[in-house]
């Protein structure tokens, strides 16, 4: 049995009820002065006269009928409430249905274009025909001579030892013996620089190996000056003069003694450097190595060959030198070699 039904039919049938008393008793308002006395018979002469004296009908009276039991007022109640009608359930609204996504259409590979024989030949002869030369503003530029301060370009590129840029110099025209303000070429630069595969590259394009600058110093004799072994040998290799003698008439050999590079001037007599030759002043490469105290030098020449005896143009033997400079060691490696 539903419960909140019979509380509504309840509900209902109590309200009914409550408003026919208030509807009664609006109308007839004596009656409660009556009834709070508790005499129903006054209540009714009072209801008579008061509707006499107002011209109020009275209706007939209803004949009472007996009191329903507790049993049928219950059924009655059960059969009211059994006879509303039950509320429907409330509908919820259907979620909205999901889109479904739209199918993926691959689409068909393009198919490859077959060229027909006329059209193949055509296309073979545009990639054999020869392509036009670019123009003017399309070609490239031919690199500057020198820079802002008068150096070439190419000795720019000996400096920095970049081959990949002299090779471009040299495919534009440039001249691989180019001299800057000193008389110095590029092949002479990258002697004084040790850029020792930038000689060998410059040599392979034909430097000339015999060029001197200012000063009168080869190429050859930079190499001696700077004890750069590798490079005097690639130069004497070359063609260079390995008894040239610079302004001040020093040759490399001299200048290599004076400085101690033991393995150059070991390079240069190897190849054919005179060991006796004369300088500045007349003094030869071992009179130069024992006044600078080079011993090593001194027995590599002395080794080759050097005539201890001779005198420079002050008179002096190369143990004199040595001893006057108080090279001890020097000295001695002369005095052992001394006939």
Known sequence: MNFSRIASASLVSIAAIQAGMILFLHRHDFVKVILRRGDPKAAAAQ??????????????????????????????????????????????????????????????????????????????????????????????????????????EIILAARRGKTSDIERMLAGGSDVNARDKSGRTALMTAVAMKKEFVVQYLIAKGADVNASDETGATAFILSMSRGDSAAAEWLADAGADLNARDKSGNSGLILAAAAGHPEAIAAALD???????????GRTALIAAAAAGRTESVRILLKHGADSSLKDETGETAFDAATKQEHDETAAALNTAAP
């Open 47 to 152: 209801r008579l006269s008061y509707s006499s004296a107002n011209g109020i009908s009275e209706p007939a009276a209803a004949p009472q009928a007996s009191p329903a039991s507790p049993v049928e007022a219950g059924e009655k109640l059960r059969d009211a409430v059994a006879a509303v009608p039950a509320p429907e359930p409330a509908k919820l609204p259907e979620p909205p249905k999901r889109a479904e996504p739209a199918p993926i259409v691959k689409a068909p590979l393009p198919r490859p274009t077959v060229l027909e024989p006329k059209a193949a030949a055509v296309k073979k002869a545009d990639k054999t025909a020869p392509k036009p030369a670019p123009s003017a503003a399309q070609a490239p530029a031919k690199p500057a001579e020198s820079d802002e301060s008068g150096v070439p």
């Open 271 to 281: 190849r054919g450097a005179k060991v006796n030759a004369r300088g500045e002043n």
